[in-house]
């Protein structure tokens, strides 16, 4: 809907204004006065030409009246030059988040920035990427492998679901650890058609135990979408002592992809009280 006499218009017709004003057309569009030179500043029939639409649509997009279709956003950064960053911008803007596969540049002191707080987290911290592959992780970690002698797993979810070690470092096993990554993983399995996540679907059909919690977790309607907030119990090999921690997951948003799971510990029972 176009925007009433009095009210600013909507943010998307000030970026394409911009961006068109600002794009170096191509040399087979002259102006009178320059005929054979590039121009700065393409019109809107320009851009509607160049992305096979009519200028009535494009105007349309431009001034907010109509929404621009998701699959038309790559087509029209490219009629507007866009850099990956504008890109990013254009995306974030028309859709409220980034292209497919996240932003095509992010800035190299932001990720340096984000796996630094990472590291220095008190507290078991790591990072993780759709496929559940671990990429960055912390010193209170890595101490829950190294002090029992045991080798940090390169992907969270196959430690969770394979690796004996898991059974006694992930108090409450079945309950607490292994049916709640199960549904996550039937959820994204499902959602990402992740390569990856299906093999390890294939997997679990190898483990008698995994398979009979598998095919429990795929006829029940529940799915989890993601861990953030539950409690679970961690008993660390340094003293054994069964701990509450609670899953915290975030994503950056350079690369709203990776996700950091970091476990805090927590006083359970004044949790729910």
Known sequence: MAPHHGESPPLIHGFLRQARKHHTGPADRVTPLAAGKRRSGVSQQ??????????????????????????????LAQALGLDSARRDELWFIASGGFPPRGPSRPDPEAVTGWTSYLRALPVPSLAVDAGWRIEESNTAWQRLFLSAGEQEPANLLRFVLFTPYARRLCGEWEDGWATSYLRQLRLEAETTRSAELRGIIDEIQDHPELAELWRAVDRSSRITLHNDGQVRIIVPPVGGHPQHVRTLVSSPAHDPRRRMVTFLPTQHGADAA
């Open 46 to 75: 320009d851009v509607a030409q160049d992305m096979g639409v009519s200028t009535r649509l494009y105007q349309d997009w431009e001034s907010g009246v109509r929404p621009i279709p998701l699959h038309r956003l790559d087509s």
